[in-house]
């Protein structure tokens, strides 16, 4: 079995208030299909879902978290730039320390795994849940 036909274990923090969601914009070149989806990331061997949720906000926005509360599990078996993926994802909701995070529009970060530049922001939770924008994995609804 080569790498991408692996199982990944991941983690994300869904961060939001009553009309927006904090999200990663994200592109599929295959689909030419734009998505956005929570930040996280992998989960390391000997971490905890949440030690690695504190510490991906930390390396991809050097943003600390409060309220920090598991929501639940999903498995996500989904298709990315042609290829299938399948990740055990676990979700927690979560705050923002500083209230800064709450004012900006936009965030432009590195993320080491990719070493491109990538975009946070706020989207509208309602064209989330409308469909007009595509959040993935799409579970990550039932969790709004």
Known sequence: MNKSQQIRVKVFGLIH???????CEGYDS???????????????FGET???????????????ELTNIRYQGCLENLFIF?????HEI????????VEQKFYQIQELIFTELTYNYPQKALWVDIYRCKSGE????????????
């Open 17 to 23: 208030d009553e009309k927006r969601l904090f999200v």
């Open 30 to 44: 295959v689909k030419q299909q734009k998505y956005y989806r929570a930040l996280g990331g992998s989960i390391e």
């Open 49 to 63: 879902s949440r030690a690695a949720l504190e510490r991906e906000f930390q390396e991809e926005i050097q943003a």
């Open 81 to 85: 730039e042609g290829k299938p993926g």
């Open 89 to 96: 994802v676990q979700i927690y909701e979560c705050d923002f």
């Open 133 to 144: 924008l595509r959040l993935v994995p799409e579970q990550f609804l039932e969790f709004l």
